[in-house]
């Protein structure tokens, strides 16, 4: 299914949400990805997951990563869920061994940065002085790194971004770079250098698809998609093709 919807512009996306809210979280990836021209799989850990049947992967927010996926012990209060950990921490690895792009959301973003052997600030706000918003509008402000996938996707000026997240990047995963940061120093997004296409926002772009920046994330997760599906290059292609349009 899914390499003939790739063969008429369509890629198939692979969803990952919580078993407890997904029920009202994927709709709003559902349709992000719609208006991005791709379809959608949605899949916890209830679900029968097949990589075969996707051209790309979003790993969606939800609960805390369990410490001891990046050799710690637990030193404040979390919110785990094991069987969720297993199953996203084994797609991410299969989806880069098969070259296959992703797009991490909040805690997929961090999950992304574990999987590469990465480590994590259980409670970030200890650690920067940013204030805590719980919100899903757009309160955080963040700036975007020159150079990176996300300043070709987004644009290089500031972006205002929700933040719901307690955990955030502490060191950086083999093959990551920083994409941008918040006034206070701490990580906001992340992205592979190298192909397969991967990229982690630390803010929920899901909830915001009226901001124009925001869908530019689907858009560009579709087009490495595609462009995997094609065997043209994920990554630097992709950005620059994107940076072609106007931004608004």
């Not at 061994?97 to 940065?113: H, I, W, Y």
């Not at 020159?146 to 307690?166: F, K, Q």
Request: charged share 25%; aromatic share 6%.
């Amino acid at each position: 299914m899914a390499r003939s919807e790739s063969r008429r512009g369509r890629p198939v996306i692979g969803v990952t949400v919580s078993r407890h809210s997904g029920w009202r979280i994927y709709p709003l990836f559902w349709l992000n990805l719609r208006l991005a021209g791709a379809r959608t799989l949605r899949w916890d850990t209830r679900a029968e997951v097949d990589l075969d049947a996707v051209d790309g992967l979003v790993i969606g927010g939800g609960d805390d990563i369990a410490p001891a996926l990046y050799g710690t012990e637990i030193v404040t209060r979390v919110t785990l869920d094991p069987d969720r950990d297993q199953l996203e921490k084994s797609l991410i690895e299969q989806a880069l061994d098969r070259g296959m792009p992703v797009l991490g959301v909040c805690r997929g973003a961090q999950m992304l940065n574990v999987v590469s052997g990465g480590t994590l600030h259980q409670d970030a706000f200890d650690v920067y002085e940013s204030r805590k918003y719980r919100t899903i509008l757009p309160r955080r402000r963040i700036a975007v790194d020159e150079g990176t996938h996300l300043a070709r996707i987004a644009g290089m000026s500031p972006m205002r971004v929700n933040a719901l997240h307690s955990q955030a990047v502490d060191r950086l995963g083999d093959g990551l770079r920083v994409a941008a940061r918040d006034e206070a120093g701490m990580v906001q997004a992340v992205e592979r250098i190298e192909d397969p296409f991967a990229l982690g926002v630390q803010w929920h772009p899901e909830h915001i698809p009226y901001a124009r920046r925001q869908r530019r994330l689907f858009r560009a997760l579709a087009s490495a998609a595609r462009a995997r599906a094609e065997g043209r290059g994920q990554g630097h292609e992709v950005t620059e093709e994107m940076a072609a349009e106007t931004f608004f």
